[in-house]
DNA sequence: AGGTTCAGAAATTTCGACAATATGAAAAAT
DNA sequence: ATTTTTCATATTGTCGAAATTTCTGAACCT
């Protein structure tokens, strides 16, 4: 779920930098947390260098912060950083989609179709049970992002929504913690946004995913 | 204080990912190399512990492609890299361009002024002695890059401004190496450039920025 | 010839222990 | 009160080595 799509094969140092971008995405890391490595084995495993090596990951990624000589943290999480990471998000996958328009065939619109029937189902759960289906309608988020970016025909820019995304879930979880999400706002542009898309409307579709990225952090 | 202050600190992590950046760069280090930890250690020094560490680094920021159990490979140059490149960078140049115009005051504008100015010179040393000033003429056109992307007010978007930058770099001095670059050109639209951008003029800026990128990859 | 199998070599990944260095805070001195 | 010194703690880097995986190439079979 919060693997990276780069390569299947699974080393230590990719399952530790995994457990612990899952830890601070759910909070239980909160931002500013000294990351000390002794600690950290003790909670994960893994040896020092293991750590070290997953942690320098994390931190390219933008979740932790590497000061020489002074180690790791995890990444504060700032109203600044929630407005930077919203706009880039909104311009980023605007382009990605306005891209993966020019070049996406039909099966491109096939998967985005089948990903929003995958989202709606958890959209209709988690408006029923918020805590219980949170996690699942994160993911089918994520992979209804994904698709849409998935024809654009650049890989960079696919791994740049990645990682803003990932960087976006801290917040959008923690919001979705104090019921501050408006699930039924943002369902209802998922199905206008798929429409747009299906119908080739270039100028509707990108209106409706800026309007949502901003307005909902979804 | 406002952006993520790099740590200028050198640990010997980050200088063996500096030159092995630098030696990928210039094409020492030519693309699909495999990057055996013993030769690089022959070769740079360091632990091979830290090695490890600074190409996990390389493999993040994309000069370097990691596989599990089958270790690091200088990442791969193809047309199709060099395209994704160019595109991405024209428009998150074009992006980073926008915002500053609408943030950047007269201090912006000067420090662009003096970057140009720097450049300028190596402009013209580079003219009369390709070989000599390409490094020197290099360097001045990334901080002139840089200096316009600073007053966007989104950390994110100047860092991933200079991943692309780095993995331009190699491209640009090969076609350098090989004579292919109109400076002459390049140098006209950098004056033009600045010109646009203290008349404040938006639309004119954004369009010269765009193509002199495309066109030049400068 | 062409392909397969398999053992040995080489490389990667991981770990533990230890030394060197830097940081942060308490203690001492001015 | 401010500065300097000291010292415990944490970070960083090195060495050595074991476990695992991949690569290589020779022998073998069809």
Not at 93 to 112: F, K, N, P, S
Not at 118 to 134: C, F, I, N, Q, R
Request: net charge neutral; proline share 2%.
């Amino acid at each position: 779920m919060f693997g990276r799509a780069k390569s299947d094969a699974a080393t230590v140092v990719r399952l530790l930098a995994e457990q612990v971008r899952r830890d601070i995405s759910f909070g239980e890391l909160p931002p500013d947390t000294k990351l000390k490595i002794d600690d950290l084995r003790g909670r994960y495993g893994g040896s020092a260098h293991s750590f070290r090596e997953a942690l320098t990951l994390l931190s390219v990624e933008g979740l932790v912060e590497a000061t020489a000589q002074r180690g790791f943290r995890v990444a504060s999480a700032t109203q600044a950083d929630l407005e930077d990471i919203t706009r880039l998000r909104a311009e980023i996958e605007c382009l990605g989609l306005e891209w993966a328009m020019q070049r996406g065939d039909v099966r491109w619109e096939g998967a985005i179709i089948a990903a929003h029937h995958t989202l709606s189902k958890a959209e209709d759960a988690v408006v029923e049970d918020p805590d219980g289906h949170a996690l699942e309608w994160d993911e089918a988020n994520r992979e209804f992002h994904a698709r849409i970016m998935a024809a654009c025909g650049s890989p960079r820019l696919i791994e740049f929504q990645e990682q803003l995304f990932q960087q976006s879930r801290r917040f959008r979880l923690a919001a979705l913690r104090e019921g501050k999400i408006d699930y039924a706002r943002s369902r209802d542009a998922h199905a206008e946004l798929v429409k747009a898309i299906v119908a080739r409307d270039r100028k509707t579709a990108l209106k409706i995913l800026s309007d949502h990225i901003r307005g909902s952090l979804v």
